[in-house]
């Protein structure tokens, strides 16, 4: 076998390998009007991170449990996540197909034998965020990580029961003073 040979198989494995990294579960994202006031230029210290805090800060690589068998893990390219079912699954934050300038959250769904596993990145200028998500058995609390510093996006998560009248009607983030920046409205699963 040639070099020229190699190279070339070696650069076919590599646009198959990205091929078939791209091929995640569907994603939507939703950008609203930029609505937050300027910040400061100046970074604070962070508190540390805390199980029961609003937004728990992780490091890059820190896996977290978010239920029904999930791990997410989170690092400066974007939201990594693993399933009992789909082993190292990415959505890329830094690959142009996410507006970092504005408010948005987004939304993945994946079903989990008896659960509906949702989640999505966030994109927000402050640190303090909320996520909620309304189904049509309620409205639920997501949890929220983000990485340390102030990348300007997080990720959220939430795992309902899985059954055959459920809907998720909208995905809602809120500023740390309580105020809506951005909302989604998906089709029912």
Known sequence: MTRMTRTKKCVAAVAITAAAMAAVPAVAQAVAPVRVAA??????????????????????????RAGAGVEIWLTKEGKHWSTPETDHQFRSVVDGNLDLQHPS???????????????????????????????????????????SGRPGWGVWYVDVPLHDDLTVDRVTL?????????????SHP
């Open 39 to 64: 910040e400061a230029q100046g970074r604070q210290a962070e508190a540390p991170a805390r199980e029961d805090a609003p937004v728990r800060v992780v490091a890059p690589g820190e896996h977290v």
């Open 105 to 147: 959250v987004g939304l993945s769904t994946e079903i989990l034998g008896d659960r509906y596993f949702l989640s999505g990145v966030y994109v927000a200028r402050q640190g303090s965020v909320r996520v909620t998500v309304d189904t049509s058995d309620g409205t639920v609390d997501a949890s929220v990580v983000r990485l």
């Open 174 to 186: 809120y500023d740390g003073r309580g105020e809506e920046i951005a909302s989604l409205s998906p």
